[in-house]
């Protein structure tokens, strides 16, 4: 069983930039993906961006494209939210999570992804 911790959230403003991280303890094989997923107060939690552990392929929510990016770093077993040009509907706890080998864990109810316990990133306008 993959555990995640997730850190390097904050307040920042509107317009700034942020770095998230995802520490994950145990083997990450290379059939796995990792991704984050957010929630805002009373919301549901959305998909942000994903990436293939071997292959690097990367998908991100339409929300995000052309200002968040996500990267791997397979020695560390760590994987990066960088988020620039934030917005303050950018503002949610912000999730790491991996579906250990079972790619149909990617769509809702997201039930089969293994998840961190959530960093807060707060954008003031």
């Known amino acids: 069983q993959v555990q995640l911790v997730e850190s390097g959230g904050g307040l920042v403003q509107a317009g700034g930039s942020l770095r998230l991280s995802c520490a994950a303890s145990?083997?990450?094989?290379?059939?796995?993906?990792m991704g984050w997923f957010r929630q805002a107060p009373g919301k549901e939690r959305e998909f942000v961006t994903r990436?293939?552990?071997?292959?690097?392929?990367?998908y991100y929510a339409d929300s995000v494209k052309g200002r968040f990016t996500i990267s791997r770093d397979i020695p560390k077993n760590t994987v990066y939210l960088q988020m620039n040009s934030l917005k303050p509907e950018d503002a949610a706890v912000y999730y790491c999570?991996?579906?250990?080998?079972?790619?149909?864990?990617?769509?809702?109810?997201?039930?089969?992804?293994?998840w961190g316990q959530g960093t807060q990133v707060t954008v003031s306008s």
């Open positions: 990436v293939g552990w071997s292959s690097g392929s990367t």
């Open positions: 999570a991996t579906d250990q080998g079972y790619s149909a864990a990617w769509s809702p109810p997201y039930k089969f992804l293994s």
């Open positions: 145990g083997r990450i094989f290379s059939n796995y993906d």
